[in-house]
């Protein structure tokens, strides 16, 4: 059960990679050091757009790491 679940989360990290891959930011953020391409997919599909973001602080707030 263990290698199925593990072979599923591979297949569902590569979906992510091939889909986030069509997006202009996807580049941008693999090109900072130590982000990778599946912290790049996973950032994008949790803030999504950041230019809907008037400034950081908000990007902070959403993600729930402002204090």
Do not use: C, W, Y
Request: glycine share 8%.
């Amino acid at each position: 059960m263990l290698l199925n679940l593990l072979g599923e989360k591979e297949n569902i990290s590569s979906q992510m990679i091939m889909e986030s891959r069509n997006l202009p930011e996807f580049n941008l953020f693999i090109s900072l050091p130590e982000v990778g391409e599946i912290s790049a997919a996973l950032f994008i599909g949790k803030i999504g757009d950041l230019l809907r973001f008037p400034n950081h602080k908000k990007v902070n707030a959403f993600t729930g790491v402002d204090i």
